[in-house]
């Protein structure tokens, strides 16, 4: 049964077929050949994956993004970030890398937001002389600091899939993405300094606080939604409502770009979101099911730990995996796969759960940034004009800093377990 199960899944991978419908086809077709199992279980065991009510906020914080989105938040956040770093060398790259990490406290999906970052500043990179395979790779890797910084529906699916709390996550997930976030922008500077990229001009004290009181709406929504959550005042689910409500209000009536007319299209677009993420949840329990009962993950989290008997050591080959496993399945199907079969081996090595969240949130982030199934590389490469293999190839220094926060995060606890304590 296994065996079946695996042949079919990397057949079909290697075949280009959608993940989500290659893990429910290998999954029914596994339990066709053992037998003994009605064919309904596999609609039984899909909707048990969905029938969550901390889930329902995935379609609230999508469609809170999306109305964010259309009503000019993105637009207002990028003059913001170009306020604080004129007259620094490279200013536009600085600007990317600062409008990543505010745009992840707003939608929460690293693909959404590199489509959005990217369709405003690789244009206007490439018109001041950027070169477009950097301007695209910074892109991508800003755009998904999305999964890493709260709201994010990466830590969402693990908290779900793990029970742990979502609030201790969302605070958790701040420093490890500003880390990031700041990463980018020091060596965004001195790429800028090497290739002599244009430097912006400084604006005054008084423009400064102009574009903040402007963009101060957007600016408010991921302090409101965080402390909101973590302190009790609302769950995770109802936050997504809150946040949908606040981006209408902020969009229609301060912003005045979000018209009723919008609105159809909007939701349309949340739904179609919201049921890509669905249906890959759904196929993905239903083959995580397949495997609990099949007791692969104990027999996984058994090899691990003969291996080695060294925290360190077991914490590296996790690593490693991880880092593997994302080149091949998008982020929401790798959290849940892994999550169950993961969670058992750290707890075993006594690291706190907070803290292993983040670690494999940002090992499937990266694999964001990786081929052959980089969904936020192809959205950069698509925004760009820049083959793949070429950014592929300028993305590498990106990868490398990020792998070093991976490392800080992994054996430094204190950054993400201040928020428990």
Known sequence: MVGVLFITFFTLVLLGIPVAFVLGIASTASLVFAGGYPI?????????GVDSFPL??????MLAGSLMHRGGITKRIIDFALGLVGGIKGSLSQVVSIAGVIMGGISGSGVADTAAIGSLMVPEMARRGYDKAFSASLVACSGSIGLIIPPSIA???????AQVSIGDLFLAGIVPGLLIGLGLMIMSYFIAIKNDYPMEGRVSGTEKWKRFKDSSWALMMPIIIIFGIRFGIFTPTEGGAIASVYAIIVGKFIYKELSFKDMPDVFAQAAINTAVISFIIATATLFSWILASEQIPRQVAQYILSISDNKYVILILINAMLLVV???LDSGPAI????????????SLDVNLVQFGLILVINVTIGLLTPPVGTALFVASNISGVPLGQLSKAILKFIALMLFILLLITYIPALTVWAVR
């Open 336 to 347: 849940i796969l892994l999550t169950p079969v993961l969670v058992p081996i750290a707890v």
């Open 326 to 328: 994302g080149m091949f």
């Open 56 to 61: 329902m906020a995935i379609p609230f914080f």
């Open 155 to 161: 830590l969402i699916l693990y908290g779900v899939t």
């Open 40 to 48: 309904t279980v596999v609609i039984q065991r899909m909707f048990a």
